[in-house]
């Protein structure tokens, strides 16, 4: 808390008065004017965690709508014997390391994995893919803030969560609407977030600051794409992706002051293109890039009804991928997947998959 004061002077003294902290200025209102208490520009620093869980959510649902979806796909095609396909298990897991730019910078590493069940129809008109599954992630979080106006912020914990979902895909093949594709998903589940700073100290116990959080997120993501058959062995599949992640809002006490964080919600729209290269029977792979802009994603919080800096993820990031998939032994069942994915802009970093599948 940062106070005003009104100064009076005598012959022999000087008086301090605090002014307007009666009535704090918050997002509800409050007095005008540039006097009365108000929040330091470290308040800003335990939202950083809050972003961090955002950030960690929003790395499941890329999971989902790429390596999830690619997997359950593969798997339900791998137990086709007609018309009707059996129900297949699928899993996929990814393991990432990158750092969001939020105004000052929060860095994450983790890991996060999806397993479940998938059944592919085939009609003549089109393919249809439809899957449940079970979601979970962890990491590692930093934060970091500096001020021109007071001492940096440094703080660290950790963030989880896990939860379940829905998935789908629908393959058009008639006429000019084949290589056409619709997808979504849809998950529900828990974060937790644990969040502590030794630059946020109460001045008299020399306690710390810290929280620790759980709320529930859910969300959703749909897409549209073709896939162009350039020859026999090579395709290009141009897409578009929508992704939104809310995340419940929570109070707590951060050394014995009131805290209120609300949602946050996360806008994501991807833009990208693939090229898919079949070497040979047994060996296929991918390469390719992306755009993708974040609407908001902004963490807000008040104490005492003043509303503290707001960091945010909002803005534009670009993607590179590639990947491969082997076959060591035709018709065995085994496939290897690797991947690889790398990050600029707001979500800077690199990603990585590595996944060993075997049909009986």
């Known amino acids: 808390m940062v106070y005003d004061f009104d100064l009076k002077t005598t012959d022999t003294s000087l008086m301090a008065t605090v002014t307007d902290s009666v009535q704090p200025r918050g997002r509800e209102g409050g007095p005008s004017g540039d006097t009365g208490a108000r929040l330091a520009p470290q308040a ?198 929508y992704f939104w992640t809310h995340t419940e809002g929570q109070s707590t006490h951060i050394v014995d002051d009131p805290w209120s964080f609300d949602g946050v919600d996360s806008q994501r729209l991807r833009l990208g293109a693939r090229l898919g290269h079949e070497f040979c029977r047994q060996v296929t792979g991918y390469a390719g890039a992306a755009w993708e802009h974040e609407f908001n994603g902004k963490a807000r919080a008040t104490t005492y009804g003043l509303e503290a800096p707001a960091p945010s993820l909002k803005g534009d990031s670009g993607l590179l991928e590639a990947g491969l998939t082997l076959t060591p032994v035709e018709g065995s069942g085994l496939s290897l997947d690797f991947g690889v994915q790398g990050h600029t802009g707001v979500r800077q970093g690199v990603s990585g998959t590595a996944l060993v599948r075997y049909e009986f």
């Open 44 to 241: 800003k620093a335990p939202l950083e965690g809050v972003l961090a869980n955002v950030a960690l959510g929003n790395i499941g649902a890329d999971l989902v709508a790429g390596q999830g979806i690619d997997q359950a796909r593969a798997a339900a095609v791998a137990r086709g014997e007609g018309p009707a396909w059996g129900i297949a298990p699928f899993a996929a897991v990814t393991g990432t390391r990158s750092r969001y730019q939020t105004g000052s910078h929060v860095d994450l590493s983790g890991v996060a994995f999806m397993t479940g069940f998938a059944k592919r129809v085939e009609t003549s008109m089109m393919d249809i893919l439809a899957g449940v599954f079970f979601e979970a992630g962890f990491a590692r979080m930093d934060t970091h803030n500096s001020f021109s106006s007071g001492p940096s912020v440094d703080g660290d914990g950790r963030s989880s969560y896990y939860g379940g979902g829905l998935l789908a895909r629908l393959d058009l093949k008639e006429d000019l609407l084949k290589g056409l594709y619709l997808e979504g998903s849809f998950r529900y589940g828990r974060l937790n977030s644990q969040w502590q700073s030794d630059d946020l100290h109460d001045a008299v116990s020399g306690r710390k600051a810290e929280y620790d959080l759980s709320t529930p997120y859910y969300g959703l993501h749909a897409g549209l794409g073709y896939v162009w058959d350039l020859t026999e062995s090579l395709t290009l599949d141009v897409y578009g992706k």
